[in-house]
């Protein structure tokens, strides 16, 4: 591992409001700059009271002009919500607006419920095209002639880096097939996380994207001064996920103590299975966990993510995490 980064979904904590979360999202971002890390992703979600980030690419443009040389991206844009001219066109409006600084990671999944997906997509196709759609979207950002019948303006000679993310087999092997650098989600999908590098480094194919594999695996951090408020902090992820899991989404609750009486038994299990690609504690429990996973899995990139109801608290985690992850670092 020689990179590492950080993932955020701007969360919405309970008791504040979307503006108080896209302002937090941008004080992140500023000290995540300042504690070396090298890119900061935002996600598409939609429908959900407790997530900032639908509109993506404005996000990224937000956090860019804040930020100054950290890489700035999509993990990721749901690319079957968009038609490829589209995104084409975002990023590259946001490659030539932040040069040399924009990723555009791109999913496979809808990034919220059918209704919503409906209402996103206006007209569902039967087929799966999300392979022929990610290759549409590179050649508007590639060198296209200027006699092409279609053109991405911005976006034609940009080179925005697409990576494929996913949280089972199908994206490590098109990510392969197509060259390309790839993203686990084992942040909140860890079961097939071996699996799919294992196929995704053994079936690589080169490409002019990129010569050899280059793999990032996603984990959750809560890092504070110690365990027990490590855990407390924690749990407002638990609830959050859990009121989701059982359709019932919300904005980011507040932590408890007591996470065993507010979650069923059998969800809380679900829900810390799902979550387990974490490391929670102290400095000394963050690092001895998040080495073991660096160590097991041998990602090239890690990026670390985490929802915490406290701003001050989530910067100060991912403060101590930007230290460990330094110490872990290989050049």
Not at 13 to 24: F, I, Q, R
Not at 170 to 183: F, R, S
Not at 216 to 226: D, P, W
Not at 258 to 268: C, H, N, T, Y
Request: aromatic share 6%.
């Amino acid at each position: 591992m020689n990179k590492f980064s950080l993932l955020d979904l701007s969360p919405v904590p309970e008791g504040k409001s979307a503006a108080d979360a896209l302002a937090n999202t941008v004080e992140l971002a500023k000290a995540a700059e300042a504690a070396g890390y090298h890119r900061f992703w935002l996600a598409e979600h939609h429908n959900m009271p407790g997530i900032a980030s639908a509109a993506t690419a404005v996000v990224i443009g937000h956090v860019a002009g804040a930020t100054k040389t950290m890489r700035i991206g999509a993990g990721g844009i749901m690319l079957p919500n968009h038609a490829p001219l589209v995104i084409a066109e975002q990023f590259g409006t946001l490659a030539t607006l932040y040069p040399d600084r924009i990723d555009l990671g791109l999913g496979r999944a809808p990034g919220t419920d059918m209704a919503t997906a409906r209402a996103l997509r206006r007209h569902m196709a039967p087929d799966d095209s999300f392979p022929q759609d990610v290759q549409e979207l590179i050649g508007y950002l590639g060198d296209t002639p200027d006699n092409a019948k279609v053109r991405a303006i911005p976006g034609a000679g940009t080179h925005v880096p697409v990576w494929i993310l996913g949280s089972s087999l199908y994206g490590a092997q098109l990510a392969a097939h197509l060259g390309l650098p790839y993203a686990f989600a084992s942040h909140f999908a860890p079961d097939q996380l071996a699996q799919a590098l294992k196929i995704y480094r053994a079936s690589f194919q080169p490409s002019e994207h990129l010569k050899q594999p280059y793999a990032m695996m996603a984990a959750g951090v809560c890092a504070a001064e110690t365990d027990a408020e490590a855990e407390y902090l924690r749990s407002s992820q638990y609830l959050a996920f859990a009121n989701l899991r059982t359709g019932k989404p919300g904005k980011l609750p507040h932590p408890t103590h007591d996470i065993a009486s507010q979650i069923p038994a059998p969800i809380l299990d679900g829900v810390k299975h799902a979550l387990s690609c974490s490391a929670t504690g102290s400095a000394e429990t963050v690092k001895n966990r998040l080495g073991s996973l660096i160590d097991t899995y041998q990602p090239d990139e890690i990026m670390v993510t985490g929802m915490i109801h406290d701003s001050a608290a989530r910067v100060r985690s991912f403060q101590i995490a930007a230290g460990i992850l330094a110490d872990l670092r290989t050049v």
